[in-house]
């Protein structure tokens, strides 16, 4: 353990301010980061207030001025050394992941490899932030669309992703030329600690100080005043709803730009159709996989009731097989979940879902070993109960019985979040009733594929109480800039639009 910390630079002391290139102490306290595994500890990190918040940002809006002027492919230049750097660092950084956040070590290199995806395709779109052309109705009149900056980025981040969240957003504003304040976890803080003594080395080696920015600490101390801050063109926040509306509420007293990434309680559909084998490995995975703790788990099972009967015992059995344990070790699919509240919270939700008539059908557990470990839950539940509508951050599948295809369709959106869905058939009907407007209502929605685990090439997010932003892919890097619609005349007349006549009397 005390190997990797060092290969990436971190002490059992840490500065958790990174600004203008250099680190602050600042004026907080220290946290000090657990391993949910074992319930030691695995380093200290000193927080900000206020004030640090203050400076930091105003280090970031300064370093703006000239970075908005750096033609954007050189900007993708940092971008592609970090990916370089991230390639070579990758297994003691997804190690550090699985030590702080408790996740298995292939999932910790898989955060590390999204990092890396995430900044490969952000030098290819440092070419491509096109705009468009547009036809103008008035003579010798050109339209076009543009692009610029828009300002310091504010990312405020979950534990549950402490690294790879921070790149969809980090890659891509600075590409679009906006600095990046980042507000990590304070239950994670030694990832972005690690993270940003690699973009230090950028920094360096580029000569473009002021582009990385940390500040950790808590919601209150640092959080609120970065949302606050009339310097931060955009937030970008990754966290529970509570949370997402708060900022929300905050963030629109100056009318800035939030990207919001919350909540989810992400449903399959399992139809007649569905070829069992396949679903299975995929309810599995989305179910357990990071014990629970994705924005994306699944969280209910839309099972057809013709076939309750084969699937559910079989998901009983694939849920005793799997190994918990610690999360490095080979062969343990499900690690501890991050804190006691966690596990407390679960005792809490299972305890409603019976109190409501849910019934468990295997799992649940405490296990009495140190760490945050539990067994995952199988809880046979009617879409009435109000603990479903919940998203409980923890590894419990609600299976929930239907009879028809509408039917389910309206269990699956009959929740107030819409981050992802999936539907499991081999029937094109079915498949194309759940993509279509009368279908999911969420922001993402596969079929034969499980709720978790999505590319970065796609863009990522939800609608209703999810917040409804756009990360990662395809063209959410829009959020990250300003458009700007510009009309050229460059003829000698000064037609108006819309046919509007405007005689100036002779002179
Ligand atoms: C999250 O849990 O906040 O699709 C993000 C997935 C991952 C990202 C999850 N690529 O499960």
Redesign the pocket.
Known sequence: MREVLEQLGLSLSNHGIYSDGAWHQGGGEEVISFNPATEEPLGGVSTGTAQDVSQVVEAAHRRFLHWRMVPPPVRGEAVRCLGQRLRELKKPLGMLVTLESGKILSEGLGEVQ?MIDMCDFAVGLSRQLYGLTIASERPQHRMFEQWHPLGVVGVIT?F??PV??WAWNAALAVVCGDPVVWKPSTLSPLCAVAVMKICQQIERELDCPGVFHLCVGSGQQVGEPLVEHPRVALISA?GSCRMGLQVAQCAAKRLARTLL?LG?NNAVILTPHANLDLALRAVVFAAV??AG?????LRRLIVHESVWDRFVPRLVEAYQSIRIGDPWEPGVLMGPLISAQAVEQMQSALQQAQAQGGRVLWGGEVLSRPGHFVRPALVEADPQMSIVAEETFAPILYLIPYQRLEQAIEIHNSVPQGL?SAIFTDNLQEAELFLSAQGSDCG?ANVNVG??????GGA?GGEKLTGGGREAGSDAWRAYMRRQTCTINWGRQLPLAQGVQFPLPAQ
Request: aromatic share 8%; with cysteine; glycine share 12%.
């Open positions: 999204e979950a549950n992703f790879a969240v990754t990434e989810g996989g990071t703790q994705r924005c994306t788990t992802s993402i709720t978790s685990g999505a590319e970065i990522f």
